[in-house]
């Protein structure tokens, strides 16, 4: 059977499985970047903070998803949990950094002006502060959900949801049948979902930043 | 005084305000009383970094003030809520601060929509508003900052300081980013402005020019915003109170003088001999400059217009006034500074015609008038200070 055959044979199976990454990634990426800007929100005043809460981002990217997973396994048993818990952590990263960094690039000459005409630090926030640094925070979540589409593969290792389990499978029965055809599905998969969650961040963007601050 | 009718503004009152930045052992601003009289514009002028914008900014709590009381329209300020104080003074800053992902039109509504008016009224208000600042709203409401010029996005930040219609306005060296001729037309149209607004505005430069331009009257400050003269523009010229505002004011006091005083302040001369050209021979013209001694007189047209300097021995050969001697030059009206008379009577080389809102004669000025007219002010401020 060619690549084609296999997965026009195994549709149904394979589309549930895409389904549920990008379910998961999509899911990961939100509850990352509503903690990655509620962390931004937090420190980007302070330097020493800013500092700080981006150094423990990039430790955390540092560790090896393998061993990230093998350590929330014994905490968190098997399936969706250890998995999007892991893809947090790793998404917090590009998304808490370019929070700090669309935050802190905001003309203090805008701020002063809002807090001058008397808006208040809720309204500052919100309607000036973050609207500007909101195509920063996007960028974030795009790298992050990229990032995630392949991270969550590996995830298969903690029997997650996803793509990986057909790669991981292909991988380990190498040899028999339809086993390359079985992995190189899983991947092409990856690489399909990836281009079109492109094309939907790049609605988002268009629908979403102000025509005066688009690039 | 009759200009008191009108007045939107509210007096200021500074009472011993004292900031002390934490972490710096000298006040930035010490000990500063002053009050700023309703419905005038006051300008804070001095070197960078005295304090002015810290003075300022205490006015509407951008800054809290470490000691002292600030009384606005006779309200403790520092006992209102922060948020609302400021909903009430309008605020301008060099860089304009508009917000970039709003249009012009959302950036003039801010104000108006913190305080809750409904939908119909702000859009009348951002229309009205743009048309002050002359801004067409057609073609300037759905556009973005960026999408203006230096000056355009000024005038927008004005429009937006104004939109809620406060009582005070606190524009910190507003101009000051935008170049000199649009810096001009800027400051002309705030004047105008101000005399329909009649806002009490504090007014932050360290352009004394501008301050001469722009101010009822001038704080010219020092270190800390110690107060070292606080008086009219003229007043300040004439007589600067030490060798520092000496210094500030700059040379070309005299000169900057000339461009606050009017013709029409000033004793013009009006004994010219003047002949209207259809009803006046050469001959008759001739006879009455004999009579009264004159060499030269000007020629009127029939609404009294100046047309031109005949001398009295072009009169012998001439048939008619119609077409001798020397056109007039420069005009100055009775509305001009005496700067521009100074220009006219140096152009013209010896004195200038003065014309009256209709065009019509109604004198002549002289070097002579321009020197006398600041050696007396010079001589009322010095007695005046003395006298105080
Ligand atoms: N936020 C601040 N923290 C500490 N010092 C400040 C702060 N703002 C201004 N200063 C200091 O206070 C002094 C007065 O500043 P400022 O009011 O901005 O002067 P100006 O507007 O006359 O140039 C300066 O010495 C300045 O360095
Ligand atoms: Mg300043």
Partial sequence: MNLFAYIADRWDRLSLQALLHVSEVVQSTVIAAIAGVLIGVAVYRSPIGSAVATALASTILTIPSFALLGLLIPVFGLGATPTVIALVLYALLPITRNTIVGLAGVDPAVTDAAKGIGMNRLGVLTRVELRLAWPAILAGMRVATQMLMGIAVIAAYAKGPGLGGEVFSGLTRAGSANATNQALAGTLGVVVLALLLEGVYFLIARLTVSRGIRG | MADNDNVSGVEIQLDHVTKRYSGSREPAVKDVTMTIPAGKIVILVGPSGCGKTTTMRMINRLIEPTSGTITIGGEDALRLNADELRRKIGYAIQQAGLFPHFTVAQNIAVVPGLLGWDR????????????????????????????????QQQRVGVARALAADPPVLLMDEPFGAVDPITRGNLQDELLRLQTDLRKT????????????????????????????????????????????????????????????LRVRDVNYNDDALTAVSEDTSPAQLRSRMTEAGKTYALVLDGRRRPQRWVHVRDLSTAASLAAVGRPVGDLVSTQSTLQDALEAILAEGGNAVVTGTRGEYVGTIDIRTVTDTIQQIREEHETGSAAS
């Avoid at chain 2, 951002?126 to 230096?150: C, H, I, K, N, W």
């Avoid at chain 2, 003229?234 to 000169?255: K, R, Y």
């Fill in chain 2, 120 to 151: 119909k009224r702000i859009e009348q208000r951002v229309d009205e508003m743009m048309d002050l600042v002359g801004l067409d709203p057609a073609q300037f409401r759905t556009r973005y900052p960026r999408q203006l010029s230096g000056g």
């Fill in chain 2, 201 to 260: 505005i504090v007014f932050v430069t360290h352009d004394f020019d501008e301050a001469v331009k722009l101010g009822d009257k001038i704080a010219v400050l020092g270190e800390a915003s110690t107060i070292m003269q606080y008086d009219t523009p003229e007043a300040i010229l004439a007589n600067p109170a030490n060798d520092t505002v000496a210094g500030f004011v700059g040379a070309g006091a005299s000169l900057k003088q000339l461009t606050l």
